[in-house]
């Protein structure tokens, strides 16, 4: 049975710091891994899609990676801004086409 | 271009009651899945619809069931509401399925008393 965990499950970092979000997975056998973000009492907005042929996607200030080998997949968000507050969430989608996701990171930029 | 629109915003029901939730998904997606969200549980999936067909379900009771209509509009209903069924309810769309990124409306919240 996959596990999808995400840790840590909540980061604050002051406003123009890197932030590095992580998300781990047991079993390597993903269709794709999608990164989201979730603002409260919203649903989630796609950043960045990785299907299981990619090493990495990269809009704008965000980078995502994908190592299957090792169960991992890294977000990277450059200069951090205290719009970029928000729970981070990943997901992972078997081959069944069926969704998993992490519980999120709870992110907390500060001016 | 109009996103996801998930109807209505916030319901109170009470126990033993049923329930329907409605999905309008962007205009030209023909997938529309359908999630619960809650602080134990976190994100978990109900079922997917493509082209009318459920395509994929998760692992809930029966008393979890969804349709499409012809428009790719979805509903999901909830029978014999049970206090744990309280939770955001999520929907979300995509030109084809899981290999293109979902956009997701902002959720039913259920309240169950």
């Known amino acids: 049975k996959q596990e999808v965990t995400q840790i840590p499950a909540a980061l604050s970092v002051p406003e123009g710091e890197n932030l590095v979000l992580n998300c781990s997975f047991t079993d390597s056998a993903i269709y794709n891994l999608q990164w989201f973000r979730q603002d409260p009492g919203k649903g989630l907005t796609s950043l960045l899609l990785?299907?299981?042929?990619?090493r990495e996607q990269t809009s704008g200030r965000l980078n995502a990676s994908l190592d299957k080998s090792s169960g991992r997949s890294t977000l990277y968000i450059a200069a951090s801004q205290p719009g970029d507050s928000a729970t981070y969430l990943c997901a992972l989608t078997d081959s069944w086409g069926k969704f998993q996701f992490g519980a999120g990171t709870q992110v907390v930029v500060t001016p | 271009k109009a996103g996801v629109t998930q109807t209505p915003r916030y319901l109170i029901k009470t126990r033993g009651q049923q329930v329907t939730l409605s999905c309008s998904p962007i205009s030209g997606h023909r997938s529309v899945s359908w999630y619960q969200q809650t602080p134990g549980q976190g994100l978990q999936f109900l079922f997917e619809y493509f082209s009318e067909t459920q395509r994929n379900k998760g692992n809930f009771p029966g008393r979890f069931s969804g349709r499409q209509f012809s428009n790719s509009r979805s509903e999901m209903n909830v029978s014999t509401l049970e206090l744990g069924d309280s939770a955001l309810y999520l929907c979300a769309s995509s030109l084809s399925g899981s290999n293109q990124p979902q956009h997701f409306g902002d959720g039913t919240r259920l309240s169950i008393l």
């Open positions: 990785i299907q299981s042929s990619q």
